[in-house]
């Protein structure tokens, strides 16, 4: 498929603008919003992490074993669970999926955060052990025989995997971060880098970086950005939307107390979404930026904004720099799901496959 579209499902029903429900880990509501992303067309489904939530593994496993075809990229942190062992998870959970597993290297841009898990490496510090966790992954997953491991932060001795998986049907691999320290282990492992929704030329700047990376080491990547549309029937509806869920959400991070102003600090993306956010309300026609400013920038928090067909117009234009994978979740993250596959999705499939007919067209024409 030439293009992918990524949902986002949670351990319970809560978001910006609504208050977290239901229990901690909410077994029927992973179940329906698994299903809700399948039958609205999404390809696949990413499992977040963070340092005080439910075991993304088990959230995983329940939602793919609730659903049949829909795809899942399960975040993960190195630096808490060995590489040997990681590897044997992931396999192991990818078998259980038959075959639906991704994994989405993530290696944390808050010093707070990873301490409360015990990490007291520093940002770079962070990247250079995520790229020797990746390549312990990647060597356990293609030996058949033992190996002896030993690099700067993992060792063992005739480590091997009974469960691999299968050539026909790897385990993709997204990495995410906006450093040099990020970029450099990009371009050496990730099959698809993420970033949030920046400028289309802050968008192509990190293309071109990550390219001219991946090209050092003789690979190409895919790309993936992440989006919060809000769609309606007329734009000027859809705009109404957005001050409406920037007004909600606003009241509600007053009831929660300080808004978190420094979000991420050592966190490159956040830190460029807050330079984005400051630049002004809208960019790029209908890249919005008034969820990104009140939580500082530390999340997927840019939103297009429009009707189903200028969204999809919009994300055509990100198509058009290379990006293949699109994540998108809504503020009211089930029903939106629903409504994106209503109209958005199917709008967007249609015109790239439009856009490429008429790229293979002007080929032939050359030829």
Sequence with gaps: MS?????????????ETLPPSGP?????????????????????????HASDQPDGFLVAALAGLSTEKIKFLLAHRPGFVSPTLAARKFATLHQLLNHRLAV?????????????????????QRYARSEAFLQVVRDIWTSEKPLDIRNDFYQAEQAVSAIRPPAEHPVPVFFGGSSEAAIRVAGKHADVYALWGESLAGTQETIERVRAEAARHGRTVGFSVSFRPIIADTEEAAWAKADHILAVATERQRHSGPLKRD?????????RLRAIAESGEVVDKRLWTGIAR?????????ALVGTPEQVADALLDYYDLGVRHFLIRGFDPLNDAVDYGKALIPLTREKVARREQEQEQEVRQRA
């Design 3 to 15: 293009i992918e579209f990524i949902g986002m499902i949670s351990h319970r029903l809560a978001s």
């Design 263 to 271: 979000n991420k600090p050592q966190s490159i993306g956040a830190q």
């Design 24 to 48: 901690v880990f909410d077994a029927d509501y992973i179940t329906r919003i698994a299903r809700a992303h399948e039958a609205a067309g999404f390809d696949r489904l990413l499992v977040a």
């Design 294 to 302: 009140l939580v500082g920038g530390g999340q997927n928090s840019t």
């Design 104 to 124: 989405h290297i993530i290696s944390g841009g808050s010093d707070a955060e990873q301490r409360r898990d015990g990490d007291y490496l520093d940002h770079d």
